[in-house]
């Protein structure tokens, strides 16, 4: 009955007629019953009224009934004087508990529907993040809101979501119609605080700005355009708002996750496409070419020796089919460090490790070139693709042996500064083409094939590019005294600190 | 005098079969093919006295093979692996594979493998003493000596020595090595590994940055040759 009864005036009204219909009601009995009774009947007409109208119109029928009583039942009746008395005191007794009947039964009233108020809050709360776990785009989450706002608080919602360059934009701009001001929603953002309406920022402005901020970080901006200015005054209101922004922040968070696992899924599919396909193309370069390095080398050993020509014509193949192995390792190489993201296979080693292995395995085409490696104790570990830094002495040490008179030794040292690593390979050859010692290294860069030089060039680019994955660099320079001295620089890291007992390290007799 | 031993070369690819026949051949050993690997599987049952295999085969993983031989013979293995296939390499070691050789390789190379793999198979009896360089490493003492002269080694110094030097010519894999020498809990500990090899090249090669008997297989792991 009460929600019929929205206007205040009709409550009084009808108060007032309750009141009225009692008073005729009881006035044919008065006769016959005490005035105690009759009190008793307005009472009760007081707490119906309280009950089902409020305190104001409770507070009009406690009065109303106390001069109702006093003009019609007390002696002399239709007139508000008395003649005993003690009905003063009726009056009065009658008068408080009327009131205080009338207030504790609105009070009641009043709470039963604040429960009423939550319980269904709480529905609509849940009924929201259950449709925000369904969501699974901005454009449901918008309409997910609007429809939130709307039901709760007559208010118009628009959904703003972060960038990434700290600023917001509206997530689906053709469905919004709130007025939203980009300065007032980039400071919420930037200080995950409330600004607009009814808060410190900006209090006159038309919408409220509620940050969205989840476990990680806030990730967008809830305007929210009450048509009635004091629709989201209550402190009641507020901390649903609240509520409500954190629902969306949780499915923001959780979309966001849910790209970047899909961005990962595309990353690694992308990634092993790439490795399939290098690998296939790896593979069908290498067989025929190992077929090739192998027969003709084969021909190089036959019994009785090839005579003549045809001898030199099969050391010509082999010689032919090794450089193009070389070549087509390099641009292999070459291209799965430049195809994308370069997934290193980087371990902690001695230098030295790889240096010895890269000598001994350049030793087939230095033949008897001598090679002088110095290699101080106590260099730290590098943290290093091995593989690829062996590519990189590998062809450094070809190129010396391709360009160096045989008779000439090829110097490799290794030494350590604060900061890096650092490995020298020095030759006694014709030096580098002056004013090209940096050109060298590009030859195979973007715009840049003419200056090509046959042979050298991808070896180079491409121990550029292996030193610039590890975070190094590679110099070529003029050797002091003639020659070319390349120099290779690691940046140094923090080696794992390996639990070599000191016992062990001062060296004890094996015989224990 | 024996026969000649008997090498099973397992290969998809013509020429590489071909060129690596004429190789062996050359060498007076005697080759029996298989262009794939349940044929391969098949003449293992010839009992030949090692094998070359090629991983990638057309009808499957030429690691199936090694499992397969592993379980009742110690034939040595020697595998054909593409350049970049560190991890393939490793797990065919780790599977029971003795060497491996990077594709392309030298007849030379491939030749050098053979003759080692056989001289160790053909080794019945594990001398005591094993010498290398100036390196005189007799393992019933435990002793190491150069020119007569003891050389200091840790225990564990030694005991990777021991381990290495009784399986020469094989290449070991960092995990193998790891948990021969340190137990199976430390098969991660890699850059301790190459610090204790670091360590021991220094003792017992002549030039360490060249070394002649500890040689490194880059990504792989090590190898004793004496």
Redesign the interface.
């Known amino acids: 009955m009460s929600e019929h009864l929205d206007s205040p005036g009709r409550r009084y009204v009808v108060a007032a007629l309750i009141c009225a219909a009692i008073t005729l009601l009881t006035a044919p009995l008065h006769e016959r019953l005490a005035p105690t009774n009759i009190v008793m009947v307005y009472l009760l007409a007081v707490v119906f009224v309280a009950v089902r109208l409020g305190r104001g119109p409770a507070v009009m029928a406690a009065f109303s009934t106390v001069a109702g009583f006093d003009f019609f039942y007390v002696p002399p009746r239709f007139a508000f004087t008395v003649d005993d008395a003690q009905y003063l005191l009726t009056f009065a007794v009658m008068l408080i508990v009327a009131l205080v009947i009338a207030h504790l039964a609105a009070g009641l009233e009043h709470q039963a529907r604040m429960a009423r108020r939550r319980a269904e809050r709480v529905a609509a709360l849940y009924e929201m993040s259950r449709d925000l776990s369904g969501a699974v785009n901005v454009e449901q989450m918008q309409g997910i809101a609007q429809r939130f706002a709307m039901s709760e608080f007559g208010a118009r919602a628009a959904l703003l979501v972060a960038d990434g360059q700290g600023t917001v934009r509206l997530a689906v701009p053709a469905a919004v119609t709130v007025a939203t001001d980009p300065d007032l929603a980039r400071r919420c953002l930037d200080h995950a605080r409330a600004t607009g309406l009814g808060t410190p920022t900006s209090p006159a402005a038309s919408v409220l700005y509620l940050p969205l901020t989840a476990a990680t970080r806030t990730r967008g901006v809830l305007a929210v355009e009450p048509l009635d200015r004091e629709g989201l005054a209550g402190l009641e209101q507020r901390r649903l708002l609240d509520t409500c922004a954190s629902l969306l922040a949780i499915c923001l968070e959780r979309m966001h996750y849910v790209e970047v696992a899909q961005a990962t899924q595309l990353e690694i599919e992308s990634e092993r496409l790439r490795s399939a396909l290098l690998g296939a193309i790896s593979h069908d370069l290498r067989t025929p070419l190992a077929a090739l390095l192998g027969l003709s080398e084969s021909l190089t050993r036959a019994k009785p020796p090839l005579q003549g020509s045809s001898g030199q014509t099969a050391h010509a193949i082999h010689d032919a089919a090794r450089r193009m192995t070389s070549s087509i390792t390099n641009l292999l190489d070459m291209a799965r460090l430049q195809s994308g993201p370069v997934r290193l296979n980087r371990q902690w080693q001695p230098i030295e490790e790889i240096v010895g292995s890269a000598v001994a395995g350049a030793r087939s085409w230095l033949e008897s070139r001598c090679v002088r490696v110095s290699m101080p104790q106590g260099l730290p570990l590098v943290h290093v693709d091995a593989v690829l830094m062996e590519r990189v002495l590998a062809n450094l040490l070809d190129n010396a042996a391709k360009y160096t008179p045989a008779a000439t030794a090829i110097e490799i040292v290794a030494s350590a500064d604060e900061d890096a690593v650092e490995v020298r390979i020095d030759d006694r050859g014709p030096g580098l083409p002056p004013g090209r010692e940096d050109a060298i290294f590009r030859t195979f860069e973007r715009g840049r094939a003419e200056d090509a030089a046959p042979g050298v060039g991808l070896g180079l680019a491409l121990c550029r590019a292996v030193l610039r994955a590890h975070g190094g660099t590679i110099d070529g320079r003029q050797r002091p005294g003639g020659g070319a001295r390349f120099t290779l620089r690691l940046p140094r890291g923090e080696p794992p600190q390996l639990d070599v007992p000191a016992a062990h390290a001062a060296g004890t007799p094996a015989a224990s | 005098m024996s026969p000649a031993p008997r090498i099973l070369l397992v290969e998809d690819?013509?020429?590489?079969r071909?060129?690596?026949r004429?190789?062996l051949e050359?060498e007076g050993l005697r080759v029996l093919e298989a262009t794939d690997l349940r044929g391969g599987i098949r003449l293992t049952a010839a009992q030949p006295d090692l094998v070359v295999l090629d991983l990638?085969l057309p009808d499957g993983d030429g690691m199936a093979l090694i499992r397969d031989l592993r379980t009742w013979s110690e034939t040595p293995v020697i595998v054909l692996s593409?350049?970049?296939a560190?991890a393939q390499k490793i797990v065919a070691l780790d599977s029971g594979a003795d060497d491996y050789l990077v594709?392309?390789?030298?007849?030379?190379?491939l030749l050098a493998r053979v003759r080692a793999q056989l001289r160790r198979h053909a080794r019945d009896v594990e001398e005591p003493v094993v010498s290398f360089g100036d390196i005189r490493l007799d393992r019933s003492?435990?002793?190491?000596e150069r020119n007569g002269a003891?050389?200091?080694?840790?225990?564990?110094?030694?005991r990777l020595l021991a381990f290495m030097s009784a399986r020469a010519d094989r290449v070991l894999t960092h995990r193998q090595l790891l948990t021969g020498v340190w137990g199976p809990a430390h098969d991660e500990d890699?850059?301790?590994l190459?610090?204790f090899?670091?360590g021991l090249r220094?003792k017992l090669e002549s030039?360490?940055?060249?070394?002649r008997h500890l040689?490194?297989?880059?990504?792989v792991g090590y190898r004793f040759v004496a």
């Open positions: 690819e013509a020429g590489i071909r060129f690596v004429l190789a050359g990638g593409a350049r970049d560190e594709k392309p390789f030298g007849t030379g190379e003492r435990r002793v190491v003891p050389v200091p080694l840790t225990p564990l110094e030694y890699i850059a301790y190459r610090v090899v670091a220094r030039d360490p940055a060249q070394p040689l490194t297989e880059i990504g």
